[in-house]
């Protein structure tokens, strides 16, 4: 056997060696039902998948943005020919073929706007290639109230499809009642935050613009130091953007506040301020911190008291920043304390502990409300945690 020869019978062998070692890979370890998945685990993927598509938008509301954006994802879930939402006067999209039978739907779906019951109806239509020639429609309701329908048009009628059509209905209505429960959250916090601002009271603006024109003459320097921290208080505390803040935001507005309140009452209020640098960017409701220490300075000032300290703490704990805010002033009966915290205090009575406490608990959980330490003549001590991260809380 010549060179060249022998050469192509050891490639040829070990040509055969290689297949054989990888055949014998392939049938030693069998492929796994998970690596490759039964059609049913396929189908429950796809349509779970298309439906994490479709709900975001719906989480803003049935508007016509949302409808365009979710109304591909909803004709897939139905495997229909077309799909058509609308609200309750007009068509927000229209989805696959037969876009032409748009200008009859507020018509054909008038009598389910009013009783709210589901309908099917035929399509009457004069293009005799046009596949559309039955429809179910749904209402999609919330709080009993017809917010719009959900129209499923397909070649002929089927029941299958006014079932598919009916759950499909029912499963957008849910997203549009998260979307209400959005919105009634956002309204909340805003009345919320409305009842915090009109707390900041004619009597401390006054006392305040008062306190600055008595430094006019006798030091303007200090006179226009403290315009500019009424200025940024203002602006602060008014501000028209955003739910939440940070921390380093909210402590500095509250130095504003006590460098006004200082230059009313000089030496008689003393405060210790001390933060931990690593808490700063912690984020958290905002105007939340600031009527705590405004409670702080009404009751440590409140009555005969000749001087009061307010100590205010924000510290590391953990995976939580801790902020303490203490005063030794007058105090308040623990009874009353919970009356307040109740609700049951009157139009105006600690309403700021009662707000905060409210919020804190709405954003974070109940275990995260003021915990508050007083009795009578005893002070207050009045401890928020927060969480350092929490889904949906940023400050901006």
């Excluded at 050891?10 to 690596?35: E, I, N, W």
């Excluded at 993927?45 to 975001?56: D, I, M, N, V």
């Excluded at 603006?205 to 006179?223: C, G, H, K, W, Y």
């Amino acid at each position: 056997m010549t060179g060249a020869g022998y050469a192509a019978v050891v490639l040829l062998v070990l040509l055969l060696l290689g297949a054989g070692f990888l055949l014998g890979r392939r049938t030693a370890r069998p492929v796994r039902t998970s690596d490759v998945g039964t059609p049913v685990e396929h189908a429950t993927f796809e349509t779970l998948h298309t439906a994490s598509l479709a709900a975001p938008p719906l989480r803003a509301g049935l508007t016509e943005e949302s409808a365009r954006k979710s109304a591909r994802g909803l004709r897939s879930l139905l495997g229909t020919d077309a799909l058509c939402l609308t609200d309750r006067d007009r068509v927000l999209v229209w989805d696959g073929a037969g876009e032409h039978h748009g200008r009859h739907v507020m018509d054909q779906v008038r009598g389910l706007l009013a009783s709210g019951r589901d309908t099917a109806f035929v399509s009457d239509c004069d293009d005799l290639d046009c596949p559309l020639r039955w429809a179910v429609a749904v209402p999609l309701t919330v709080d009993h109230r017809v917010l719009g329908t959900l129209i499923a048009y397909a070649p002929r009628e089927s029941a299958v499809l006014a079932r598919a059509a009916g759950e499909v209905a029912r499963w957008v209505c849910v997203q549009l009642e998260l979307a209400e429960l959005d919105r009634s959250r956002t309204q909340l916090i805003e009345a919320e935050i409305r009842a915090l601002r009109a707390q900041i009271s004619p009597h401390f603006i006054f006392n305040s613009l008062a306190a600055i024109a008595s430094f006019v003459r006798t030091d303007p320097e200090q006179a226009r130091e403290l315009l500019l921290e009424f200025a940024d208080f203002t602006r602060y505390s008014f501000r028209s953007h955003g739910d939440f803040t940070t921390l380093a935001d909210e402590l500095h507005s509250i130095d504003q506040y006590l460098a006004l309140v200082r230059a009313r009452f000089g030496e008689r209020l003393a405060v210790t301020l001390q933060v931990a640098p690593e808490v700063l960017p912690v984020a958290l409701p905002f105007l939340c911190l600031q009527p705590l220490v405004e409670n702080a300075v009404k009751h440590g000032l409140e009555g005969a008291v000749t001087s009061s300290r307010i100590t205010i703490s924000a510290l590391d704990a953990g995976s939580e920043a801790e902020v303490v805010i203490e005063d030794d002033g007058t105090g308040m009966d623990p009874e009353r304390l919970r009356h307040i915290l109740r609700g049951e205090g009157g139009n105006s009575t600690g309403i700021g502990l009662l707000n905060v406490d409210e919020r804190l608990r709405q954003v974070y959980g109940d275990d995260y409300g003021l915990v508050i330490e007083t009795g009578i003549g005893a002070g207050m001590k009045i401890t928020v945690r927060l969480p350092k991260y929490r889904a949906g809380v940023h400050g901006s």
